[in-house]
C-alpha cells in the first residue's frame, strides 16, 4: 500500500502564492506519475498537474503559466508551487500516484488539502 500525506494548505489572499507538498510512503512503484487534483464545491474533479519520475510535465490549461509541479524523488515528494492564485483555484487538493506504465484502477489518493483564495 502507498500512503499519501498532503501540506502547505490554508488561506490566502488574490494575487499571492501557496505552496502544496506531498510525501508518499509504503510500497511505491518506479517508475510512477505523481499529481494534483482539485475539486471544488459543486463542481467535478480536476486533474491540475502531474509529473513523472522523469519530471516530464502536464498542466492544466487554467493553471498553466501559474503553478510549476516538481518533485524529489529520493524523498518520494512532490510539490506544487501556486503564484497569482485567483479565487477560482479555490479548492479541495488531492495528491496522487500512479504507476508507470498506467496500469487501469491503480491509483492512489491522499485526503486532501483545502486552499481557499480570498478576493
Known amino acids: 500500500q502507498v500512503q499519501l500525506v498532503e501540506s502547505g494548505g490554508g488561506l490566502v489572499q488574490a494575487g499571492g502564492s501557496l505552496r502544496l507538498s506531498c510525501a508518499a510512503s509504503g510500497s511505491i512503484f518506479s517508475p510512477n506519475a505523481m499529481g494534483w487534483y482539485r475539486q471544488a464545491p459543486g463542481k467535478q474533479r480536476e486533474l491540475v498537474a502531474t509529473?513523472?519520475?522523469?519530471?516530464?510535465?502536464n498542466y492544466a490549461d487554467s493553471v498553466k503559466g501559474r503553478f510549476t509541479i516538481s518533485r524529489d524523488n529520493a524523498k518520494n515528494t512532490v510539490y506544487l508551487q501556486m503564484n497569482s492564485l485567483k479565487p477560482e483555484d479555490t479548492a479541495v487538493y488531492y495528491c496522487?500516484?500512479?504507476?508507470?506504465?498506467?496500469?487501469?484502477?491503480?491509483?492512489?489518493w491522499g485526503k486532501g488539502s483545502p486552499v481557499t483564495v480570498s478576493s
Open positions: 496522487t500516484i500512479r504507476p508507470i506504465p498506467a496500469i487501469y484502477g491503480m491509483i492512489y
Open positions: 509529473i513523472t519520475s522523469g519530471a516530464n510535465t
